[in-house]
Each structure stands twice: as structure tokens, then as C-alpha cells.
């Protein structure tokens, strides 16, 4: 099991990188740092390369990348531009690849937002589509898995829960989408970590965080400590993010070791 730490929310999903975030991540003991994929895609040449020499050599990696699509990139709908789109996956793979990735965080939900008078239904079968005919190819040459992300209906009009993030990937059938479990929107939807279990065999990626995404730093929730339990009973060995609101030295160090001991990782 590899432990990283997402910079978004921690550091601003846009604009430079956050150095000192890179290090305090670094110091804390994780084992890679997960970047929002449209802030990477944004960066000016010079800008990026400056980020690839420096983690080059720092000990962490970057495994993972979040926030898939930018606002500006819609996904569904009349200002779904198939250009545009196609542009955006053609600067953002090579980052990728150029700094290591290997999941990708369909999240996004404002470029996946369901247009007015478009039904849930027709929204998964679209989505499908574009990712099955537009972003497989793109997963497959780079060697990258991309991981559906439910979100709360606080923020994302669809696709709120493990049972609806497996509806987009049993339409998609192919290896390289799977699903990703994020413990913050199953707190907020009240989700049983039950489906947890029932989908083991697709979760490829977690993010770990308590509601309002506080750090696990020493005790945890009890709604949070059933997810843990679920992971754990699953013999779940992938990658798990912490996404938090940013956080001191020692609360990092505390979160990780937190959940390593919960699942018995220590």
C-alpha cells in the first residue's frame, strides 16, 4: 500500500506549485504527492519543467493526479466541444507521463455537470461514450488508469455514490476505468462502507478525509473508522490520498500514521 497527499485543496487546485507543500509532504513520511491534473495541464513550459528537475530530486513520487478536467473543458451537452476536449488530453498525458502517473481522477465536477433537461441516464451513457471512443486510447498508450470519482450532491449534480461511479464504468467495460472510493462523499451521502465491499473488485484509488476534510490525526470518526474497516476487510494494497484542507507538519505525520495502524500497515 502506497500513502500520498493531494495538493488541492491543501495548496490551490490553480496557479504554481507550492513548493513548500511538496515538502512538508516529502518530510511527513508519504509516498507520493497527487496533483490536480488541470493546474499540471496550465503551467507554463519553463514552469513545468522546473516542477519535473525538482521532483526529480525529491523522494516522493506523483502515482496519482485528481481534478481530471478544468470548469472550462465541458464534458456533456451543447458546450461539450469534442476540440477542445481532445486539445486538453493532448498537453495533459505527457505531463502525466513525464512525472510518472499512473491513476487519474475523473472528478471534475463542474466539466461533468448534467445540462438542463439532460436525465441521469443519458448523462451516464454520454460520459461512457467519451471516455470508451475519446479517453481509452489516451489511457492505454500512456499506460494510465483512470478511476471514477463519486461526489457529494453538495457539489456534483450526478454520479453521487459508489452505485452510480459503477454505472459509468460497467457502461465504459474496459480495464482501464475502474472506480475510486472517497470517504468524504460517502460520509456526506451517508453511503454504507458496505459498498465498499460489494465493489472491492474495481476500487483502484482512495482519498481519505474526515467531513469537512479535517486530517484523521489520532482518534477518528466513527463513520470514518467504518470506512477504514471496510478497506481493511477488503485486503485493500492500492494507493490511498489524503485530500485535506491544509494542515500542519505533525497533523500530517499523525494522519499517516493513524491510518496506517487502522489498517494494519504500521
Known amino acids: 500500500m502506497r500513502f500520498g497527499y493531494c495538493t488541492g485543496f491543501a495548496a490551490g487546485m490553480t496557479g504554481p506549485v507550492d513548493y513548500g507543500t511538496l515538502e512538508l509532504i516529502e518530510t511527513a513520511g508519504y509516498d507520493y504527492v497527487e496533483f490536480p491534473l488541470m493546474q499540471l495541464s496550465s503551467l507554463e513550459e519553463e514552469a513545468f519543467r522546473e516542477l519535473t528537475r525538482r521532483l526529480s530530486c525529491m523522494r516522493v513520487a506523483c502515482d496519482a493526479c485528481c481534478n481530471m478536467f478544468p470548469a472550462s473543458v465541458r464534458l456533456l451537452g ?3 466541444s469534442p476540440a477542445a476536449i481532445m486539445q486538453y488530453l493532448q498537453t495533459a498525458f505527457p505531463r502525466m507521463a513525464a512525472l510518472g502517473v499512473r491513476k487519474v481522477v475523473l472528478g471534475s465536477s463542474a466539466a461533468r455537470r448534467l445540462p438542463d433537461g439532460m436525465d441521469k441516464a443519458e448523462g451516464v451513457k454520454r460520459l461512457a ?3 470508451a471512443e475519446t479517453v481509452t486510447p ?4 500512456y499506460d494510465i488508469q483512470l ?3 463519486p461526489i457529494g450532491s453538495y457539489e456534483a449534480n450526478f454520479i453521487h455514490t459508489l452505485p452510480d461511479g459503477m454505472e459509468v464504468v460497467r457502461s465504459v467495460n474496459h480495464p482501464r476505468v ?4 472517497d470517504s468524504v462523499h460517502l460520509l456526506y451521502e451517508n453511503e454504507t462502507p458496505e459498498h465498499i465491499v460489494e465493489f472491492a473488485p474495481y476500487i483502484r484509488h482512495i482519498h481519505l478525509c474526515e467531513a469537512g476534510r479535517a486530517l484523521p490525526a489520532g ?3 466513527q463513520g470514518l473508522g467504518a470506512i477504514l ?4 476487510r477488503i485486503g485493500y494494497n492500492g494507493t490511498v490520498s489524503f ?3 491544509p494542515h500542519s507538519l505533525a497533523q500530517m505525520r499523525a494522519a499517516l500514521q493513524t491510518v496506517r495502524l487502522a489498517l494494519g500497515r504500521e
Not at 489516451?138 to 498508450?141: G, I, N, Q, R, T
Not at 475502474?178 to 472510493?181: D, T, V, W
Open 243 to 245: 485530500e485535506p484542507m
Open 178 to 181: 475502474q472506480l475510486l472510493a
Open 138 to 141: 489516451f489511457l492505454e498508450s
Open 219 to 221: 482518534a477518528v470518526s
Open 229 to 232: 474497516d471496510a478497506i481493511r
Open 78 to 80: 451543447e458546450e461539450a
Open 147 to 149: 478511476v471514477m470519482e
Open 129 to 131: 461514450h467519451l471516455l
